[in-house]
């Protein structure tokens, strides 16, 4: 009986492993033909799945002034074709514009999960954000994403300082309630996870 133990274990083990996506870094070759030279790179992976093979970049711009400063993040997921032509399949771009304050507006790298949960052999990108200008501990907007083959899905809302009774937002949109169960658990693991801060 132990050993049916042991050897279920292994096995349970095994198909969550074999859900998350294996990543490695960009080639600096080819992250040179997609970020600028005056981006802020967070994140820079390559995986693959049916599509082949998979860039997801994700980068920051700043544009400061002695009175404020602009952020804006750009998450890119590109495939590459047989030819070797990057081609562009989906966007996700934000911006906080002429804060006096803190601007905040960051990617959260923790909460970047590259999965095929739901095992049709498209990468599920999914990745949180915060942004706003602030010169105190209120709620600033959080987003999460899901990119799937293209397709976007998010959950929109705010953080959740600790210590604080300040109200909780989270909604969902149309396309993320479309989504299978497995994926919408991992989203709201993340949000709880990621939502609380300070």
């Given at each position: 009986m132990k050993k049916i133990s042991i050897i279920f274990s292994i096995l349970v083990s095994f198909?969550?492993?074999?859900?998350?996506?294996?990543?490695?870094?960009?080639e600096p070759s080819i992250l040179r033909k997609i970020v600028s030279d005056e981006a802020i790179v967070d994140k820079a992976l390559a995986f693959e799945d049916k599509n082949g093979?998979?860039?997801?970049?994700?980068?920051i711009l700043q544009n400061r002034s002695?009175?404020?400063?602009t952020k804006t993040i750009l998450v890119?997921?590109?495939?590459?074709?047989?030819?070797?032509?990057?081609?562009?399949?989906?966007?996700?771009?934000?911006?906080?514009?002429?804060?006096?304050f803190d601007n905040d507006l960051q990617l959260?790298?923790?909460?970047?999960?590259?999965?095929?949960?739901?095992?049709?052999?498209?990468?599920?990108?999914?990745?949180?954000?915060?942004l706003g200008c602030r010169s105190d501990v209120s709620p600033i907007t959080?987003?999460?994403?899901?990119?799937?083959?293209?397709?976007?899905?998010?959950i929109r809302g705010n953080t959740v300082p600790r210590g604080f009774?300040?109200?909780k937002e989270?909604?969902?949109?149309?396309?993320?309630k479309k989504l299978p169960k497995i994926i919408q658990d991992q989203a709201n693991k993340l949000w709880d996870k990621f939502a609380p801060e300070f």
């Open positions: 198909s969550s492993f074999s859900q998350q996506v294996v990543t490695k870094k960009i093979k998979n860039y997801l970049v994700a980068t002695d009175e404020w400063e890119q997921h590109y495939i590459e074709k047989s030819n070797k032509e990057l081609v562009l399949l989906r966007q996700i771009t934000d911006k906080e514009e002429h804060c006096e959260l790298p923790e909460s970047l999960r590259i999965t095929d949960l739901d095992k049709n052999q498209y990468a599920e990108i999914t990745f949180m954000y915060k959080l987003k999460l994403m899901v990119i799937e083959n293209g397709n976007k899905a998010a009774n300040f109200a989270k909604v969902a949109d149309g396309s993320f």
